[in-house]
Each structure stands twice: as structure tokens, then as C-alpha cells.
């Protein structure tokens, strides 16, 4: 399928038992590009037994067979990135040169797990009695449901898909309304490469309905979400019901903390690029700038510079820097978050107002605020678009003191040249995951996520594979 728009069932590509669709919006026009169906219960029923049955299976397929299937989907997805990463841009607005780094990624997460599959370990202990033998091992947990955003709508899913596939797991799928068609490629290249029927599924529709009604089957034993913070809170409290394990990647705000021993030109450079990175529309975006005062206005002067030079478009375009938001709704947020920042003191430097030259789309400057304190949203809320509010402190205990001062703690960053001030700092920020001297945090290989509520569990490396697993305790005696 050249173009994946209906959802996929027990190995087959199938419309909504009622016929209804939703319509997929180009950000950046606006228009109407594609429909997918709008699941039913009928629809989420079939998924759900085709799963059960799906998991039977693959739970007892080799570790070395599953390993090559799984490669196999990295291939198809690395050899199908040019299409892939178009339908992205279309969809999500992304520049297609971010589009195809996140295509890259999304493969990168299949080869990663496709040798963590013949690397679950058990273990034998020695214990008490030489008449028993004392065995522990790993099972697959079950079926899986996993809710991915629209932001990384390939990366995300995949992030999910190929750990429960490595574990023996079978997995449903909800993909983000915004941008369903990205995650549905991956489904076609999990059929191609051999993945049996009912073993992954996506189902496409109404987020509401869909998670409440797959969460609630006693089929589904892990939910794995990677969302905002009150869907998440939804999400857990539904989950109690049924006693299912579950793994939250939610909302992040993330300091950057810059000090004089700095490279100031380059910590600003590096922090204006990654801030604008998918409009800033990435749950690990630098997002909250905390420059020591002594340095404060070289580094604003570089980060302006940079913010003005960067050139807004139609992601499709190949001088085209920042694309569209993904929809009104943070076009709004972005505009109320300046408004409200503004009223309150904000200085504008950079920014600030709906992109000019677009009769339609998403579009809205890449902005600079300086003078921000705590009383502004924008310092609170996680504000996933393209602002960069930029204070002020004076020592390590003020820059840390502000950088925890909020609920979230999923990343940090620290540019410094003294390694004391570096993990002095890096331990007390009260986040998951901490990058020094660099803004590069995401891999296949490292554990992500993180503290307060940016969620628990971490996606990624081994503890990822570990966590769609149970541990069952086996004693023998002789």
C-alpha cells in the first residue's frame, strides 16, 4: 500500500465496520490531504482477539527468528524512508530534512531490538538446599496497547513496537489523529518483513474511545503511553481498574542551565537550533533558559541572531527551517503563552506574532523572551512550540533552584567547561535524563524518560525490552 489509510487488523488493511473516516489535515495549507477510518467496538474487538491469538504465537517463536524479522522491518523502514518522511511533512508539517532524521530514527529502534530479542537473560541461584534448583527467567508480558503522539509520530511508535516485539509480545497501536498515515507505514513494513497476523495491530480514530475501550479489556495486560500529562493521569487511573503495568512518557519543560566558563557563542548556537527543532514541538526541548546574569546578554545576543536568520515555510520546501505548528490548537497556546508573558513584563527580542507571508497553515515566528519569571505560563506550562524564555541567575543553587521549580523533570542540560560545576549540577537536577555540553539525548541504545510528572518507566535500551517482560521464579526440587 503505497499510502496507508485504513487501519490494520489481524494482518489485513480494513475500514471502519461503519464506513465513518476523519480527515487528515496539511498543517501548512490547511487542507483536506487524506480520511482514515474511525474505529468501532466492533473494529476494536476484532483487533483485541487477533492480538490474543497473535501473542500465542509469538510468544513461542525463537529469539533468533523474531530477532530477523525485526531487522528485516529496520531495512523495509530505512529503504522506504523517502516516502515515509514525505507523508510526515504532509501530515505533521516537520521539515522534510527533520522528517527524514526521524524516519532514520525509527529504524534505528527496530535494529537496536532486533538483537536485544536473543538478549533476555534469566538467571540460576544458588540457594539454601542442594536439592532444589532455583531458576528465574522472563516472559512476555502480553498483549500490549500503546498510544504514540503526533510530534514523532514514526520514532514514538516505533519506540514501542519493536521492545514488544523483541519480548514476544503482540501489540495494538493507536496512532495520533494528526498524523496516523506515518505510523500506519510502519505496520506495512512489520507485514512485509514477515510479522505474523493479529501479533501488531493499529486502529485509528477517536483517542477517547479507543484507549478507554482497549484498557479495559482483561486482553490487554501493559499500556504504554507517550502523551501529556492529564491524558496520562486519564490513562493510570483507567489502568487501575485492571491492574495493568504501564510506562509513561509524558510532559517536559527543560532547563538549560549556562554558565560564564562556557563556550557562550556556541552553547547559544547549539540551544537556538535544538529550541526551534520541530517548531519546538518535542517533549525533550530545550524550553527554559537560565543564563548566568555575567553572560546573559552575549548569550541573548548569539541566540537572537541565530532565531532571525532561521527561515519559516512549508516543511516541503528545502530552505525552509521551521514548518507549520501541527495544528490550531498550538497555534493558539503558542499566541496566549507570548500574550500572557508579555503582559506580565516579557520583553519581546525576537518573534512574537503569527508568521507573515501564509494566506494559510499553521505558521508563527520562532520568539525570544527575556525579563521572564515564574509567574509566566510560559515558564510552568509545558509550552511545546516555538518560544525560548530566557532568565537570569547568579549561582549554581539559584540556576538549579529555578531549573526544579516546576512539575516536570524528563531532561536537563548544563553548558559548562568545569567538570565540578557539571556534576554538581547534573546530580541535582531533578530530571531523567541530563546532557552536558550538548542537546543530543534520544538514541535507541540509552534509557529515556523521566521524573515527577514527566512519568516513570524508561524507554530505550535494555530496561526498555525488560519491561514487557514479567519474572517468573521457578524452584525445582531434585
Not at 490513562?235 to 485492571?242: E, K, T, V
Request: hydrophobic content about 45%; aromatic content about 8%; charged content about 25%.
Amino acid at each position: 500500500m503505497d499510502r496507508p489509510n485504513l487501519m490494520y487488523i489481524d494482518g489485513q488493511w480494513v475500514g471502519a465496520s461503519d464506513g465513518k473516516t476523519t480527515d487528515v489535515i496539511d498543517p501548512a495549507s490547511e487542507q483536506v490531504v487524506d480520511t482514515v477510518p474511525v474505529a468501532t467496538g466492533t473494529d476494536l474487538d476484532r483487533a483485541l482477539a487477533a492480538a490474543e491469538i497473535g501473542f500465542a504465537a509469538w510468544r513461542e517463536t525463537d529469539a533468533w527468528t523474531r530477532s530477523a524479522i525485526i531487522r528485516r522491518v529496520a531495512e523495509l523502514v530505512r529503504e522506504r524512508t523517502d516516502r515515509i518522511a514525505e507523508m510526515l511533512t504532509e501530515e505533521e508539517g516537520k521539515p522534510t530534512a527533520e522528517a527524514v532524521g526521524e524516519i532514520r530514527a525509527a529504524a534505528d529502534q527496530f535494529d537496536w531490538y532486533a538483537d536485544e530479542a536473543r538478549r533476555i537473560y534469566g538467571r540460576v541461584i544458588d540457594g539454601h538446599s542442594r536439592e532444589h534448583r532455583l531458576l528465574v527467567i522472563r516472559q512476555p508480558i502480553g498483549p500490549v496497547a500503546a498510544f504514540s503522539p503526533w510530534n514523532f509520530p514514526a520514532l514514538l511508535s516505533s519506540r514501542k513496537i519493536a521492545p514488544a516485539l523483541a519480548a514476544g509480545c503482540s501489540v495494538i497501536v493507536k496512532p495520533a489523529v494528526e498524523a496516523p498515515r506515518t505510523t500506519l507505514c510502519l505496520a506495512q513494513a512489520c507485514h512485509d518483513a514477515g510479522v505474523p497476523p493479529g501479533v501488531v495491530g493499529m486502529v485509528t480514530g477517536s483517542s477517547s474511545f479507543i484507549s478507554s475501550y482497549l484498557i479495559s479489556s482483561p486482553i490487554i495486560r501493559k499500556v504504554t503511553l507517550t502523551g501529556s500529562v492529564p491524558v496520562g493521569i486519564d490513562i493510570l487511573r483507567a489502568c487501575a481498574d485492571g491492574i495493568k503495568a504501564v510506562s509513561m512518557e509524558l510532559g517536559g519543560h527543560s532547563p538549560v542551565l549556562v554558565f560564564p566558563d562556557a563556550d557562550i557563542q556556541r552553547a547559544a548556537q547549539l540551544c537556538a537550533r535544538a529550541k526551534y527543532r520541530n517548531n519546538g514541538q518535542v517533549c525533550i526541548a530545550a524550553s527554559r533558559f537560565f543564563v548566568h546574569e555575567s553572560v546573559a546578554e552575549q548569550f541573548t545576543d548569539h541566540f537572537v541572531k541565530v532565531t532571525r536568520s532561521l527561515k519559516v515555510g512549508d516543511g516541503r520546501k528545502a530552505d525552509t527551517d521551521v514548518g507549520p505548528l501541527a495544528n490550531v490548537r498550538r497555534l493558539e497556546t503558542t499566541e496566549r503563552l507570548v500574550e500572557d508573558a508579555v503582559k506580565k513584563g516579557a520583553s519581546l527580542v525576537a518573534g512574537g506574532h503569527r508568521a507573515d507571508g501564509f494566506e494559510h497553515g499553521y505558521f508563527f515566528e520562532p520568539t525570544v523572551l527575556v525579563g521572564v519569571d515564574g509567574s509566566m505560563a510560559v515558564m510552568t506550562e509545558e509550552p511545546f512550540c516555538p518560544i525560548a524564555p530566557i532568565a537570569t541567575f547568579a549561582d549554581l543553587d539559584e540556576a538549579v533552584a529555578k531549573a526544579n521549580a516546576t512539575e516536570f523533570g524528563l531532561a536537563g542540560y548544563i553548558f559548562t567547561t568545569d567538570t565540578k560545576t557539571a556534576f554538581l549540577a547534573a546530580e541535582r537536577l531533578d530530571v531523567g535524563m541530563v546532557g552536558v555540553n550538548t542537546l543530543l539525548l534520544a538514541a535507541a541504545e540509552i534509557p529515556f524518560g523521566g521524573v515527577k510528572k514527566s512519568g516513570f518507566g524508561r524507554e530505550g535500551g535494555t530496561e526498555w525490552v525488560e519491561s514487557y517482560t514479567v519474572t517468573k521464579h521457578i524452584n525445582i526440587q531434585l
